[in-house]
């Protein structure tokens, strides 16, 4: 647990966990624990059970903003896309009129983040280090977008000129993360949408019309992801329609061996048969005859077919 009182964006680590109950003569404390630390907090700071049994219990949480007297609890989810898998980190926040507590159980990049943008816009307020908290956390759902349109566009281009049957598993998981995803990105709008519109004492009536902006941004990367979705589906049509013409493409050169095979068969089975007498049987240059035209058959029917852009 790191203890530190912000002003103006300038940090000072605070040794002392009872100094943080009364309110500073400026500035706030922050104060970033685990859910361990729980077991301390929450007698100090009179965190409300419920709130305290969602940080610790293994489900996944959905995002969420509760009201209860004297501390605000919110649960929003930090995203990560790492070996093409898409990770979701629960962040959950108690804030309070002179703190703010973030609680998590893995690190997570937006907090560390922050801290210059702390310092540049001189916070001094546990509200506004919630605004651009959850202002960070948003727009790094953009760039993880980016980084799903490039592996879709990737994976599109790899299906159309080389399809594989490993691609099909492909397209199922990121599709399957991608709806997952979209699961999350409703709630955590509504959660912005609570901060944005909802008379709420502990955070300034100013600084809730710059939640609308991130509000906005929220319906965007929904918005995106909706696109995603539609495109993951006609990527499975692509490769449907890609292993068809691949099939299609095989089957027309085997049934055209086929064919030009079908009158050599035909000749060879001729001289195959055990009669006495076959034509050009004791013919000196009968063998050789016989080779070159079937070699001058095969090789026609060849470039007829070529011709006809049948191979």
């Known amino acids: 647990m790191k203890i530190r009182m912000v002003n103006n964006g300038v940090f000072a680590p ?3 966990l009872q100094a943080t109950l009364a309110p500073p003569l400026e500035g706030f404390y922050w104060i970033d624990a685990d859910v361990e630390d729980l077991a301390v907090l929450q007698p100090l700071f009179g965190l409300h059970d419920l709130a305290v049994e969602d940080c610790l219990s293994e489900e996944e949480q959905r995002p969420k903003i509760e009201l209860y007297e004297g501390h605000y609890f919110i649960v929003i989810n930090s995203i990560r896309f790492d070996d093409e898998e898409i990770f ?7 804030l309070g009129r002179h703190y703010i507590i973030t609680v998590t159980k893995q690190k997570i990049n937006e907090l560390r983040s922050l801290k210059p943008i702390l310092w540049e816009q001189d916070v001094n307020r546990p509200d506004r280090f919630l605004y651009h908290l959850v202002d960070l956390v948003v727009d790094n759902y953009f760039l993880v977008g980016d980084r799903i ?11 159309l000129m080389h399809t594989k049957k490993s691609h099909l598993g492909e ?3 990121l599709r399957s993360e991608i709806l997952w995803l979209k699961k999350v990105l409703g709630p955590q709008r509504d959660v912005i949408a609570t901060l944005n519109k909802k008379d709420l004492r502990l955070i300034d009536d100013q600084l809730q019309k710059y939640f609308s902006d991130i509000y906005e941004n929220a319906v965007k990367i929904t918005e995106t992801f ?3 979705r539609d495109l993951m589906a006609n990527l499975r049509e692509a490769y449907q329609s890609s292993l068809s013409s691949r099939a299609n493409e095989i089957m027309r050169v085997f049934t055209a061996l086929t064919t030009i095979f079908m ?11 055990n009669f006495a007498h076959l034509p050009g049987e004791h013919f000196y240059y009968g063998f050789y005859l016989i080779m070159g035209f079937m070699l001058m058959l095969g090789g026609g029917m060849l470039f007829l077919f070529r011709k006809k852009e049948w191979l």
């Open 14 to 16: 605070v040794e002392d």
């Open 171 to 173: 397209i199922i998981g």
């Open 88 to 94: 979701l980190r629960a962040l959950n926040i108690f």
């Open 226 to 228: 909706d696109t995603y």
């Open 263 to 273: 009158p050599l068969t035909f000749i060879t089975g001729i001289y195959g048969m």
């Open 149 to 159: 349109e490039a592996r879709i566009e990737s994976l599109e281009e790899d299906i």
